[in-house]
């Protein structure tokens, strides 16, 4: 799977507009139907650790910004 880590895609404002749209969908509109935090996305995987990286970037991001 490539998913372009090494191509730069936006700078630190587009990062947490990203970031913030990922969690304000998930709080709005929660998962869908046969989705949950255990869902593995792979052997090594689950949604709730992405979701968790998510919310620390947002947090971290945001920080960064007020500096």
């Known amino acids: 799977m490539d998913i372009d880590r090494e191509v ?6 587009e990062a947490i507009k ?3 749209f990922c ?3 998930l709080e709005r509109y929660g ?3 046969g989705f949950g ?7 090594r995987l689950t949604l709730e650790e992405i979701i ?13 910004k007020e500096k």
Do not use: H, M, P
Request: glycine residues 12%.
């Open 37 to 43: 935090w255990d869902i593995s996305i792979n052997q």
């Open 18 to 20: 990203r970031v913030k």
């Open 8 to 13: 730069l895609q936006g700078g630190l404002d």
């Open 31 to 33: 998962f869908g139907k």
């Open 23 to 25: 969690l304000d969908c």
């Open 52 to 64: 968790g990286a998510l919310v620390a970037a947002e947090q971290n991001l945001s920080f960064c």
